[in-house]
């Protein structure tokens, strides 16, 4: 779809999905930054409850038809809004987060898809915005690029990795020891 990030190919999603198949168990789960869906409707195969966040009503749309299309809409439900702020604290067992990391401030709505901000701002947001809503003992799950140029969110140790012609992508596990918020 037009403006909406395809992640045919991409390294840090089958990463991500990979690491989510085995760690994914228990209901609700939140896919922040869902984009088309495709984390989601991995989640949602899982026969968990997930909420997939975007900024992007058009994906979202893509996300709920993706859904249906492929028989999981009665695990999705898709949310709009900047970050969580429409989430409780304390909600999910488990919040996956596949930030834009191109270090690259972003001029166009739809270059949040893959520009991180000049400083990683924008994927800083998006990791303390997940740990925000993920409950005590739960989990949160995100990717890095070494192109971003961050160290690890947390206490979080790495459990997946692929070196890539231009980057090394990293995806992460913290396991939240404290409530947030």
């Not at 989430?87 to 991180?116: E, I, K, S």
């Not at 947001?125 to 989990?139: A, E, F, H, K």
């Not at 995100?142 to 790495?158: E, H, N, Q, T, V």
Request: one cysteine or more; aromatic letters at 8%.
């Amino acid at each position: 779809p037009h403006y909406c990030f395809p992640p045919v190919g991409i390294v840090s999603t089958s990463l991500l999905a990979r690491v989510i198949r085995l760690l994914a168990k228990r209901s609700p789960v939140l896919d922040l930054g869902t984009g088309i869906g495709t984390l989601a409707l991995t989640l949602a195969r899982l026969n968990v409850y997930v909420v997939a966040v975007d900024l992007d009503l058009k994906c979202l749309r893509y996300a709920k038809i993706n859904a249906k299309l492929n028989r999981l809409y009665q695990y999705l439900d898709t949310l709009a809004c900047n970050g969580t702020s429409a989430l409780r604290f304390n909600a999910f067992h488990l919040v996956v987060v596949n930030p834009p990391y191109l270090p690259l401030t972003p001029r166009l709505p739809h270059d949040l898809q893959v520009c991180g901000g000049a400083r990683a701002e924008v994927t800083m947001d998006m990791l303390v915005w997940g740990l925000t809503v993920v409950r005590r003992g739960g989990l949160l799950i995100y990717a890095l690029s070494s192109l971003s140029r961050l160290k690890p969110f947390g206490k979080a140790w790495p459990v997946a990795r692929r070196v890539t012609p231009l980057d090394v992508v990293t995806v992460y596990v913290m396991k939240v020891a404290r409530l947030s918020g």
